[in-house]
């Protein structure tokens, strides 16, 4: 009786899910079987996109393949992003939580944080185009200082420009989650912890980490899924010399060649789930939850 | 007393007074919020295409002339085929370019249009109906106007060699495309397409990553720089696919590109931040570095230049007033004012002879033919885009749209082309 009724409890969100990730979802890999022409998609079953994917990649006397080039290019910006983004957003959280006494400020400062947020992503990336370009500010700091002689480059339009904005846009997904895990933190434990004789590393490494993990693993995620599928900030930050998956997707998407989009998408949507598992595996999400 | 007001209120009287209601509501004008009542009296267009012919005056312009209204349905020329394709009955009429009409016209998602219904047909430029300007044949590679104007039939899936009654789009607006450049940081003079990956302006320079555009401009490079000569840059084989992306990927990897752009407003930021200083450019993003007081040329370039055209054309779905709404639309598209506007901005009016009639003589003088400004020249917003005694870049239009090398073009080898710009840009 009990389950049947928490049974229809969650039913409208199983609908949802069904009819806005499921279905779709399902259809996506459906299409990316299909054959394509300039204005159509055909039902068929064949192999064809996945196999230009993976087209010369198994080749070892060859060059690594682009599939494999854009995915090692999308794997490096995820884990510099998320490295910084988990130490940038670890220490605010910790600073929040730990040395912020009064309530009242904590809460402050936390909307201080999601000021950024007010304005469009996009709008966001672009504000950084004045502040690093050839002419930019910084050029012109660092000139006028007499740091360097000649503009430097590499400041946009590059690796570092992309990762960058990847950090402006993403701590506050780290901060959050982590934060939460923090506040959780019966205060009396590391009390105990300080009248037993630890100093204040071995408790940030003993004691606050382990129970962070479920906030860290979630900001990882939420960091992780997000740089996999972008390609905004790669194409405007990257001055879209560099590659991803998702401006692949979006090409593909533009000239209508949808079953090579979807095969793509496919391909994306495993490698992403992987990650995410191999995550899980470190913390059972679920249970402290 | 209740009572009394109850008998009072026959049907007779209850009808009376709410006739009286509603007739007061109405004259007050109170009753703008049913759009029912409304829309049977103006004329409301769905206007699917890029935002080229968009705008404010022409908007206000069009109502004063027709009384009709048009709701602008904006997007990028990639989007207007994929919704034409996919949500035919999202528009009434729809804005955009002949070299779309391969991928369209097969699909049977547009309707041929009639030119029996166009006043001004007989006017229309011969660049669209020839391939002729000034009575001189024009280079034709790729996917040009003439090649897929005329359709057999009214429903017909297939072109037409030889002129019919039936076309896939009315023509509205067309221009010839070069590299913009800016001559305060290059300080010599340009005049090759070449230019674009000399390793003098290495990190400086861009090209624009819409694969079916960027390809044009990736040939006309390669055919500069003596590496190929194509015998159809606009429908190449995927040996010539592969070389044109080989020399552009050799040069991407050598650091040519400072960036690769796909919004008109990121060539603008580029340029005019000086990120770049050589790339391809849209007339109209030039008049925007312009307008900001930087100096940006349209830099014309002696292997000519690579063109453009758009018109219009219905749903297939179309009929009834809403037909002739779109017609109406059409013909006075063509009548002169708006010619007048585009030629304004820079592009060209597929009828000129009415926009002529539009135009102060001194306007048509600096834009047609290549005269110096006898005075301050004016864009349709009142900026200045040019002093007295300048001259237009590239001169008139027989000197422009005369040099056409070829047009934006959808090549029979399309996907493999798609996949290989992809590979040289995650390269």
């Not at chain 1, 992780?224 to 599928?229: A, E, F, K, L, S």
């Amino acid at each position: 009786m009990n389950n049947r009724k928490s049974f229809f409890l969650a039913a409208p969100f199983y609908l949802v899910f069904l009819c806005f990730f499921l279905i779709p979802l399902i259809l996506t890999v459906i299409v990316s079987f299909w054959d394509y022409n300039e204005y159509s998609i055909i039902p068929d079953f064949i192999f064809e996109n996945y196999a230009y994917i993976f087209n010369n990649c198994f080749d070892y006397s060859k060059d690594v393949c682009v599939t494999f080039k854009t995915y090692l290019s999308t794997f490096y910006f995820c884990f510099l992003s998320w490295l910084f983004t988990l130490l940038a957003g670890f220490t605010i959280a910790y600073f929040l939580a730990f040395h912020v006494k009064s309530l009242g400020l904590q809460i402050t400062l936390f909307l201080i944080c999601t000021i950024p947020f007010w304005t469009s992503n996009v709008i966001r990336m672009v504000s950084w185009i004045p502040l690093l370009g050839r002419n930019g500010l910084f050029n012109s700091f660092l000139l006028s200082t007499g740091i360097i002689d000649d503009p430097q480059e590499w400041f946009l339009y590059s690796h570092f420009s992309v990762v960058l904005a990847f950090i402006h846009l993403y701590t506050l997904f780290m901060i959050v989650p982590i934060f939460n895990s923090m506040l959780r933190i019966d205060k009396s434990i590391i009390e105990a912890a300080y009248d037993a004789g630890a100093n204040g590393f071995q408790i940030l490494i003993n004691i606050i980490i382990p129970l962070c993990k479920p906030g860290i693993v979630i900001g990882s995620i939420f960091v992780i899924t997000v740089v996999m599928g972008d390609f905004i900030t790669i194409g405007i930050m990257g001055g879209q010399q560099l590659a991803s998956i998702g401006k692949i997707i979006q090409v593909e998407m533009s000239y209508l060649q949808l079953p090579a989009a979807a095969a793509n998408a496919v391909i994306l949507l495993i490698i992403t789930i992987f990650i995410i598992w191999i995550m899980t595996k470190f913390i059972d999400i679920r249970k402290e939850l | 007393m209740s009572k009394k007001m109850s008998k009072k209120i026959t049907r007779r009287n209850m009808i009376k007074s709410s006739v009286a209601a509603v007739g007061a509501v109405a004259g007050s004008g109170l009753i703008t919020g049913f759009p029912a009542i409304h829309a049977a009296g103006t004329p409301t267009l769905r206007y699917l295409g890029t935002a080229v012919n968009m705008g404010n005056e022409p908007e206000k312009k069009l109502f004063e002339d027709t009384g009709i209204k048009v709701k602008y349905i904006s997007k990028t020329t990639d989007d207007v085929v994929k919704t034409i394709l996919t949500q035919p009955n999202s528009f009434d009429i729809v804005d955009s370019e002949y070299f779309s009409m391969p991928k369209l016209v097969p699909s049977g998602s547009l309707l041929g249009m009639d030119t029996k219904k166009i006043k001004e047909w007989g006017n229309v430029v011969t660049a669209f109906t020839e391939g002729k300007v000034a009575g001189k044949t024009i280079g034709d590679q790729g996917t040009a106007p003439k090649k897929v104007l005329y359709l057999k039939g009214a429903k017909s899936k297939e072109f037409s060699k030889d002129p019919t009654q039936y076309v896939t789009l009315i023509p509205t607006v067309y221009n010839a495309d070069t590299l913009g450049i800016r001559p305060d940081l290059i300080k010599r003079p340009i005049s090759t397409w070449a230019e674009l990956l000399n390793p003098e302006f290495k990190g400086k320079a861009s090209i624009l990553n819409i694969p079916s555009i960027g390809i044009m401009d990736a040939a006309m490079v390669v055919e500069a720089m003596g590496e190929y000569k194509y015998p159809d840059k606009g429908n190449m084989t995927k040996k010539e696919i592969d070389l044109t992306m080989k020399i552009f990927t050799e040069a991407k990897k050598a650091g040519q590109f400072r960036a690769f752009w796909s919004d008109f407003n990121e060539s603008v930021n580029l340029m005019a931040s000086g990120e770049v200083v050589i790339q391809s450019m849209w007339s109209p993003a030039i008049t925007a570095v312009r307008s900001q007081g930087i100096p940006c040329v349209y830099q014309p370039l002696k292997e000519g230049y690579r063109a453009w055209a758009a018109g219009f054309a219905l749903p297939s779905t179309a009929k009834g007033r809403q037909a002739d709404i779109a017609y109406e639309y059409i013909n006075w598209f063509l009548s002169g004012w708006m010619g007048a506007y585009l030629n304004r901005q820079g592009y060209y009016s597929a009828v000129l002879t009415t926009a002529e009639k539009n135009m102060k003589s001194y306007e048509w003088d600096y834009w047609m033919k290549g005269k110096p400004a006898s005075q301050d020249i004016l864009s349709p917003t009142g900026k200045k885009l040019a002093s007295k005694g300048e001259i237009r870049d590239g001169g008139s239009y027989e000197d422009r749209m005369g040099s056409v090398a070829c047009w934006n073009a959808t090549m029979d080898e399309n996907k493999y082309m798609v996949r290989k710009w992809n590979e040289m840009i995650a390269s």
